[in-house]
């Protein structure tokens, strides 16, 4: 299966890449490597949720965010290399959570993106990942998913 019909079978769709809200374009490639901007929560351009984890968001919320942040990803991926089967591999995962003090889940919350490129890529989706709590996020969205992905 190619990662469009996986995504096909999952019942989901790439949304449009979502524009970016500074001055940055959602994905560079140098080389063989793609590296997208930190992608937000965002569905219909609009925030999905705001808060933070721990504090208005579960855990669960929080890995849900991530999903579509990852999706976001996706999106910005296609957009630079055309067809997401170029992608040989997701490399290097970084998840920012915006995080109660006391919050420590950020890796259960970082799931929610990894799980979705497993998913999407199988075995080439399967990276190094960094999760990170953060004060805050633009917009106040609770997550912010960026990759760096090897392309064929």
Avoid: W
Wanted: hydrophobic share 45%.
């Amino acid at each position: 299966m190619t990662p469009e019909e996986r995504l096909e079978a999952l019942g989901l769709t790439l949304p449009e890449v979502p524009k970016p809200v500074a001055a940055y374009v959602p994905a560079v490639r140098t080389g063989d490597l793609v590296y997208t901007s930190g992608q937000v929560p965002l569905v219909d351009g609009k925030p999905a949720r705001t808060g933070k984890l721990g504090a208005e968001l579960t855990t669960e919320e929080g890995a849900e965010m991530a999903r579509i942040c990852g999706l976001n990803v996706l999106a910005a991926l296609k957009s630079e290399v055309g067809d997401l089967g170029r992608i040989r591999r997701i490399v290097k995962v970084v998840v920012f959570v915006a995080s109660d003090p006391a919050f420590s889940e950020q890796p259960k919350v970082g799931n929610g993106a990894s799980e979705l490129f497993a998913e999407v890529f199988g075995e080439a989706g399967k990276h190094a990942r960094s999760a990170v709590g953060v004060s805050a996020l633009p917009l106040d969205v609770p997550v912010e998913v960026e990759v760096i992905a090897e392309v064929a």
